[in-house]
């Protein structure tokens, strides 16, 4: 089993930044990829941002240039630095793992971006 524990939300005003962190139960590099995705109430959850076992990374085209994901080998951990946030960041966050083509959640952390 894969357990994945969120941490970092938060409350901010716009154009600050907040860091969110996400512990793996297992090594990182065992899955396929891991990634943030997000869910405003009444959305459907997206993706922020990706990084696959071989480094590569992606982002929604809403964060590009202003969310960086990275990962940390010796934690098992993945992060998310989120700068320059904007009202419509507004969401609760949830790290996602897909290990042998299953996907695992997080708890989700909220993140808010007052105006």
């Known amino acids: 089993q894969v357990q994945l524990v969120e941490s970092g939300g938060g409350l901010t005003q716009a154009g600050g930044s907040l860091r969110l962190s996400c512990a793996a139960s297992k090594s990182i590099f065992s899955f396929n990829a891991m990634g943030w995705y997000r869910q405003a109430p009444g959305k459907q959850r997206n993706l922020v941002a990706q990084?696959?076992?071989?480094?590569?990374?992606r982002y929604a085209d809403s964060v590009k240039g202003r969310f960086a994901i990275s990962r940390d080998s010796a934690k098992d951990a993945v992060f998310l630095q989120m700068d320059s946030l904007r009202p419509e960041d507004t969401a609760v966050y949830y790290c996602?793992?897909?290990?042998?083509?299953?996907?695992?959640w997080g708890q989700g952390t909220q993140v808010t971006v007052s105006s």
């Open positions: 996602n793992a897909l290990w042998n083509f299953v996907d695992y």
């Open positions: 990084i696959t076992s071989t480094g590569s990374t």
